[in-house]
């Protein structure tokens, strides 16, 4: 080859490597924390791809949503990787190995505390598929740990509910509690340095030195001084399981995302259920009936396949042509068909968004977080976090500052606590595409409203044509159940929950339901029906949309610019 033309081809080639570049270093991310988002921008700037920034906002929510998750949760996870694979990751927590079952199970504390997952699924995400180091990864949450960040009005809110409880143990009072004995209140500055040392040893020695030596030997210690059964062996032998990955197609569009332990099998379900309807033709109140009760088949079938370890049946629409019979079709809904189909709907406009509503009012059991990042070189997470309730088991290990997720007891109790199993949750990761190309990315917050929120968010946007930010906005529904004292679950088909705040459902809506016989407990608090956040992709833009009765937000729009 000439001088010259080597010269041109070498020239062409850093155009080209320039090029793919900016195409991957960039992209939008959807979390439940301002700052959480901010952190996607800053690791998107340093040239990561989405895995790192998902490890980076995962660490950062952590650390300024700590009622929500942390350190010592558990954690789900679907990667799609530039090139169109599928990667889940089950980072759920572990029965520990000498687990006993107490009849007078506790509601929270030490015995509640199972093997934390959440840092082994970023450990594994990052090795897989990071390209920043480690330690620039967890710098942005070391920052907020150690310098503080600003409490949230929710964040405060949901800490002073907790407050009792926060009391009873020296680990919790020593972090969040104030020189008075209180919690903090919104805009006060909480900053953690036992985390801090603890996210900088993470830094250092890299995240896998969670379960093994200083770290593991001080969660193990102050669990077992206080009667809990996590053990060093428990931590060093805890490993990242592969996610129960299904792909279902609905409608045009195949629904990505992972079954038990996660709940994305119940997303699955109740799709398959509403797949044989004409569910873009159904007035709004109808549309919502059977989606509730699609709902709730999928979640009384937890009970008959907990482990779901064979989805075919559901998959081929066996499941739902067994089960689709069980659902009532009104006929008060068919004089409705020429009704404008929002007629039935409070909306807000699009640009509105909804004061924020104090959450300390709320159930204590649907308190998570979930992000959606998707980069512009085509790599995508879709993560969910917990510790379940509110701080989960409620206690501190002081000299780490981390708060621990509650497994066994009262909280996950319609599940099998079984030593060296992940009990299943309702916590779904989902993807949506569209002839291989990525669509949108959500999941939710919520407990076992999470399906519900995100079940009803693609039918919406498929079903309905809405655009994807209206379909977080719309009120939605949710099927009422118990749990009785053998905790089992029961669900009543014909009861539902519905919306009734400033977004919610008219009293049109209401009476069209009980005049067709449902029985109807109308809602009145924010965020009882889940909190999706999520990424849409048209075309080359990518937008970022946060649920608008929370505080998330999405990071800035992007338009990606194309590989040449």
């Given at each position: 080859m000439k001088r010259s033309s080597l010269i041109e081809f070498v020239l062409h080639l850093v155009v080209v490597l320039s090029a793919s570049a900016i195409a991957v270093a960039d992209g939008v991310a959807s979390t439940a924390h301002p700052l959480a988002s901010n952190t996607a921008e800053e690791i998107f700037a340093l040239g990561g791809n989405a895995a790192d920034a998902a490890i980076a906002v995962s660490l950062v929510l952590s650390v300024v949503e700590p009622t929500l998750s942390g350190l010592g949760g558990r954690a789900q996870a679907l990667v799609r990787t530039q090139d169109g694979g599928y990667y889940g990751y089950n980072g759920m927590t572990e029965i520990p190995a000498v687990f006993k079952v107490d009849e007078q199970a506790a509601a929270y504390g030490y015995t509640t505390?199972?093997?934390?997952?959440?840092?082994?699924?970023?450990?594994?995400?990052?090795?897989?598929?990071?390209?920043?180091?480690?330690?620039?990864?967890?710098?942005?949450?070391?920052?907020?740990?150690?310098?503080?960040?600003?409490?949230?009005?929710?964040?405060?809110?949901?800490?002073?509910?907790?407050?009792?409880?926060?009391?009873?143990?020296?680990?919790?009072?020593?972090?969040?509690?104030?020189?008075?004995?209180?919690?903090?209140?919104?805009?006060?500055?909480?900053?953690?340095?036992?985390?801090?040392?603890?996210?900088?040893?993470?830094?250092?020695?890299?995240?896998?030195?969670?379960?093994?030596?200083?770290?593991?030997?001080?969660?193990?210690?102050?669990?077992?001084?206080?009667?809990?059964?996590?053990?060093?062996?428990?931590?060093?032998?805890?490993?990242?399981?592969?996610?129960?990955?299904?792909?279902?197609r609905y409608r045009d569009h195949t629904v990505h995302t992972l079954a038990a332990p996660g709940g994305?099998?119940?997303?699955?379900?109740?799709?398959?259920?509403?797949?044989?309807?004409?569910?873009?033709?159904?007035?709004?109140?109808?549309?919502?009936?059977?989606?509730?009760?699609?709902?709730?088949?999928?979640?009384?079938?937890?009970?008959?396949?907990?482990?779901?370890?064979?989805?075919?049946?559901?998959?081929?629409?066996?499941?739902?042509?067994?089960?689709?019979?069980?659902?009532?079709?009104?006929?008060?809904?068919?004089?409705?068909?020429?009704?404008?189909?929002?007629?039935?709907?409070?909306?807000?406009?699009?640009?509105?968004?909804?004061?924020?509503?104090?959450?300390?009012?709320?159930?204590?059991?649907?308190?998570?977080?979930?992000?959606?990042?998707?980069?512009?070189?085509?790599?995508?997470?879709?993560?969910?976090?917990?510790?379940?309730?509110?701080?989960?088991?409620?206690?501190?290990?002081?000299?780490?500052?981390?708060?621990?997720?509650?497994?066994?007891?009262?909280?996950?109790?319609?599940?099998?606590?079984?030593?060296?199993?992940?009990?299943?949750?309702?916590?779904?990761?989902?993807?949506?595409?569209?002839?291989?190309?990525?669509?949108?990315?959500?999941?939710?917050?919520?407990?076992i409203r999470i399906p519900s929120a995100i079940v009803q968010v693609i039918s919406r946007v498929i079903d309905r044509g809405m655009l994807l930010e209206t379909a977080i906005a719309a009120p939605r529904v949710h099927p009422m159940s118990t749990i009785d004292e053998q905790n089992v679950r029961h669900v009543h088909l014909r009861g539902m929950e519905v919306d009734r705040t400033a977004k919610g459902w008219s009293r049109r809506a209401i009476r069209k339901w009980r005049s067709a016989q449902f029985d109807v407990d109308e809602i009145r608090e924010e965020g009882r029906f889940g909190r999706v956040y999520a990424v849409a992709a048209r075309g080359s833009r990518l937008d970022g949309y946060a649920d608008p009765d929370g505080e998330g937000a999405g990071s800035r729009s992007v338009t990606c610019r194309p590989v040449e």
């Open positions: 505390i199972a093997t934390p997952g959440l840092v082994a699924l970023l450990d594994a995400v990052h090795k897989a598929h990071g390209s920043l180091p480690i330690r620039k990864l967890v710098k942005p949450a070391h920052r907020f740990a150690s310098n503080g960040s600003r409490l949230l009005p929710g964040e405060a809110s949901r800490q002073a509910s907790a407050v009792r409880t926060i009391r009873q143990d020296q680990g919790m009072a020593g972090i969040f509690l104030d020189s008075r004995g209180g919690t903090f209140s919104a805009g006060a500055l909480l900053r953690q340095p036992a985390l801090a040392t603890t996210l900088s040893r993470l830094a250092e020695s890299g995240l896998a030195s969670f379960y093994r030596g200083y770290i593991a030997e001080k969660i193990s210690r102050d669990v077992q001084a206080n009667g809990g059964f996590v053990t060093r062996n428990d931590l060093s032998a805890y490993r990242i399981l592969p996610g129960n990955y299904i792909a279902y994305g099998g119940l997303v699955v379900r109740a799709l398959s259920l509403l797949q044989s309807s004409d569910m873009g033709g159904l007035h709004e109140a109808e549309w919502a009936a059977l989606v509730s009760q699609a709902l709730g088949l999928a979640i009384q079938s937890m009970s008959d396949d907990y482990y779901e370890q064979d989805m075919a049946p559901v998959l081929d629409g066996t499941w739902a042509r067994k089960h689709s019979a069980s659902i009532y079709r009104p006929v008060e809904f068919e004089s409705a068909s020429s009704v404008k189909k929002t007629s039935d709907v409070a909306w807000l406009s699009d640009d509105q968004k909804l004061a924020f509503q104090d959450d300390s009012n709320r159930q204590d059991d649907g308190h998570t977080s979930h992000f959606s990042i998707h980069d512009c070189s085509g790599m995508t997470v879709s993560l969910t976090q917990t510790l379940g309730p509110i701080f989960g088991a409620k206690v501190a290990t002081a000299e780490l500052g981390i708060v621990y997720a509650a497994t066994m007891g009262r909280y996950l109790r319609t599940g099998r606590n079984i030593p060296g199993e992940r009990p299943r949750t309702s916590i779904a990761p989902v993807i949506v595409t569209s002839d291989s190309q990525v669509v949108m990315v959500l999941g939710a917050a919520g407990g």
